[in-house]
Each structure stands twice: as C-alpha cells, then as structure tokens.
C-alpha cells in the first residue's frame, strides 16, 4: 500500500531573491503557503512591499530562486497563463469608473469573470448596499476603498494579493476588511497582504522586509544633465 506524503504547498517560494532598484529586497527566502493561509509583508515606504506583490503576481521575476503554484514554476509561459486566472490583484490604483454607479464598477469585473449574483451581497456586506445606484463619483475615498474590497470579493478568485487595503479605510472598514480575509481563508483561499498599518489575521506568517538605503552618489550622478 502506498503512503501519500503530505500535499504540495500551493504556493512555495523556493531560495527567493529580489532585487529594485539594483537593490536586494528580499534574500534566499523560503516560504510556504497552502490552501486557507495568509501571508503579511510589512516594512517601511519603500521597502519593497509593492514590488514583492508585483512578483508574486508574475510581473516580474525573481533575481534567484523559483516561484511555484501547485509545483510548477510560475515564470513558465503555459503555467502563468493559468496561474494568472487564480489572482486577485488589489493595487493603489483603484481603476473606478466615476461615471459608472458603484454596482456598475463591481459587475463589470463579475461579468468578465463569466460570475454573476455577488456583486450586491458584496457592496452590501462592504456597507455600500444603499449606494448601489449612485455614481461612483459621489463616493468619499473611504467608500472608494469599500468598492475595491467588494470587487474583490464579487471576482471570488482563489489567491488575493492585496496592496495596502486598510488605506483610507475607518475603523469598521478594516474590521470588514479584516472579516473578509477571514470568510476567504475559511474557504480555503489565500491572503497575502502588504502593509504597513495593523491589520488582524489569524495564524498569519509574517515577513518584514528591511529598510531600503538610498545607493551611493556616484562620479555619473555628479555629471550636468
């Protein structure tokens, strides 16, 4: 009888290394992260938090190391095509239609998605159910955020990463954000989130990325452009 070892990591960081900037961010770094786990980046502004996102998103690659989902290198053109399909990308740039209603900006993305029937249960559990047919420019940068986070939730795609979410959010926007990743998790979704503000998640790993230090001035930067 065979034994059956225990299951793959959906996402391993395997001697990861990342540079910006000609500057080391992250260095020979393990990480393994399966179904229903989370993962916080946190550090200082311009410690690399975005940039770590950006390649776990497949956008640009590690200096060292590999990068897998489900044991198969995610640089590899026939994986990322199908690894992309599972993220869930939440930037600073929040890509809201002003002239659209709030439920127009979150069905929108359901519809690409080839969903339907989450957008309202997600503005509504984001509290923005009652601005459902309101232009999206009415909306305070706070509820703007909200909308994003429904979004997200309406997409329902497995792997979230999630850029600074608590941004512009009051007290019980981040006890919603934080409920949300929970709901997610429970589901046997992943959370990973970059921020440098306290957000609640359980049984979390964290990894603090080091303050970055400017490079040294060289002979070219003291020349007359």
């Given amino acids: 009888m065979s034994v059956r070892g ?38 200082a502004n311009g410690s690399g938090k975005s940039t770590f996102l950006r390649m776990l998103a497949g956008f640009s690659k590690p200096s060292a190391g590999e990068i897998l989902w489900n044991g198969h290198d ?6 990322f095509h199908q690894y992309k399909l599972q993220l869930n990308w939440l930037s600073l740039k929040e890509a809201i239609k002003n002239n ?10 359901e519809v690409l998605e080839h969903k339907q029937g989450k957008s309202l249960p997600a ?21 703007r955020k909200r909308l994003q986070l429904a979004r997200v939730m309406a997409m329902d795609r497995p792997i979230w990463l999630l850029d600074e ?27 990973i989130v970059a921020t440098h503000l306290p957000i609640k998640i359980e049984d979390a790993m964290v990894l603090r990325l080091p303050p970055r230090f400017p490079r040294r001035i060289t002979l070219v930067d003291m020349l007359p452009h």
């Fill in 6 to 43: 225990p299951p793959l990591p959906r996402l391993l960081l395997n001697n990861v290394s990342c540079m910006r900037n000609a500057q080391q961010i992250l260095r020979h770094t393990n990480i393994s992260i399966h179904d229903g786990g989370a993962l916080v980046l946190t550090g």
């Fill in 74 to 79: 995610i640089t590899e053109s026939g994986v």
């Fill in 100 to 109: 659209f209603t709030v439920l127009d900006n979150v069905q929108w993305f």
């Fill in 123 to 143: 503005l509504e559990f984001m509290g923005l159910g009652r601005l459902a047919n309101e232009k999206a420019r009415m909306l305070s940068m706070g509820q």
């Fill in 165 to 191: 979410p608590s941004v512009a959010l009051d007290d019980e926007g981040v006890k919603l954000l934080e409920q949300m990743i929970a709901d997610h998790r429970s589901q046997g979704g992943i959370a």
